[in-house]
């Protein structure tokens, strides 16, 4: 199997479908059972075999949300109650339309394009703090750097300049010549330190650190298109960020993660929602809210993909966002997101927040963590 052409079967949310009709499962099957129908269709109804990429997304969405219980008890719970409420008496099964309730389209308006965030630069606190012109560090920092070489250095000549100023005595000639020799084998020895680590950081530089932005968006996803010109247009400011597009978890060979930006050690991981106009707070045991109701529009794997990288990385601070654009005409606003795990921002609120936060260290660069998300980034199947 193509691996860069299966991470590109990116898992959403299916709307209108039975995912237990879809796997082939009575609905009390066990997880076993769930697993074993998953892996059999998969087999046929990947792309590469054949299949339709949205068809596969569906199989992979429907064996997401079985395997995991308490979404399955979440999704079983839409099932089980019809729009209109249950009737006294009546048996529970699934609405006539065969949709689960909170996967209902919501009311999107299938004709509106998000406009391009405008974000003006001056509105931005950390914009004109950031010097664009430093030069990119890599950490762990492998070279004295050039004070202690220049140090050094200086030292030496200045132990130079007895010989000419002074008459020494025979004892005090053989005192300075031992001080000179130990100045000069230090300075020799820093300045031999400071050329290898340069060479290092240029062949780092040479070989993965080749790009600001890495991966792909297909532009007919107009949010995840939004997002990343958002993302090149303002956070490529920080020399120190790279950003990447479509990255896997761990072990996986699906996009699970639309963007990610890395500057210094902290990694910021961003989702794309195109969901309805309104105002959207997190509870404090993570649930979504909008207009003051449980939001039953959208979901995502974010916690479990901030998980997943705070286990591979966990040297760096990392921090995970839904990024939240408008369906239809309408603005969407957001709380304040102190202490929520992955909180709703606007594109605005997330270049004031997320922007100053990497650029407490703007011009660093992470060498495990670079290495670690490149191999993580998924093929593009354009070609």
Not at 77 to 90: D, I, K, L, V, Y
């Amino acid at each position: 199997m193509d691996t860069g052409s299966a991470r590109r079967n990116k898992v959403c949310p299916v709307r209108g479908v039975d995912y237990y009709e879809l796997l082939g499962v009575e609905r009390e099957a066990s997880s076993a059972e769930i697993r074993s129908a998953y892996r059999s269709l998969a087999k046929v109804m990947h792309p590469d075999a054949g299949g339709s990429s949205g068809g596969f997304r569906a199989l992979q969405e429907a064996y997401d949300t079985l395997r995991d219980p308490a979404r399955r008890r979440a999704y079983d719970r839409g099932w089980a109650h019809p729009r209109s409420g249950p009737r006294s008496g009546s048996a529970t099964r699934p609405p006539r339309s065969g949709r689960a309730p909170w996967n209902r389209p919501f009311g999107d308006d299938p004709d509106f394009v998000p406009p391009k965030p405008d974000v003006d630069p001056d509105d931005l606190g950390w914009w004109r703090l950031v010097d664009t012109g430093q030069r990119v560090r890599y950490a762990p920092v492998a070279s004295p750097g050039h004070a202690p070489a220049l140090t050094a250095l200086c030292a030496w000549f200045f132990l130079l300049l007895p010989v000419f100023a002074l008459d020494l005595s025979p004892l005090g000639l053989v005192v300075w010549l031992a001080m000179v020799a130990a100045a000069a084998a230090w300075a020799f020895r820093l300045v031999r330190r400071y050329l290898a680590a340069t060479r290092t950081d240029r062949a780092f530089a040479a070989e993965v650190d080749t790009e600001v932005v890495r991966g792909e968006v297909d532009d007919e996803r107009v949010c995840e298109r939004l997002t990343a010109d958002l993302l090149s247009e303002y956070l490529t400011r920080l020399p120190g960020a790279r950003v990447f597009h479509g990255l896997a978890w761990p072990d996986s060979v699906f996009v699970d993660i639309d963007h990610a930006v890395l500057c210094g050690r902290r990694l910021v991981l961003v989702e794309s929602k195109s969901w309805l106009p309104g105002h959207y707070q997190t509870g404090d045991d993570g649930s979504l809210w909008r207009n003051g109701h449980l939001f039953r529009g959208g979901g995502t794997r974010l916690p479990r993909g901030l998980a997943e990288y705070r286990a591979l990385l966990p040297h760096l601070e990392v921090r995970a966002v839904l990024l939240v654009y408008p369906s239809r005409a309408g603005e969407v606003t957001v709380d304040p997101t102190d202490g929520a795990l992955v909180p709703p921002m606007t594109p605005e609120v997330f270049l004031d927040e997320v922007g100053a936060w990497l650029a407490e260290d703007p011009a660093v660069v992470d060498r495990e963590a670079l290495r670690a998300i490149v191999d993580l980034v998924c093929e593009s199947t354009a070609a």
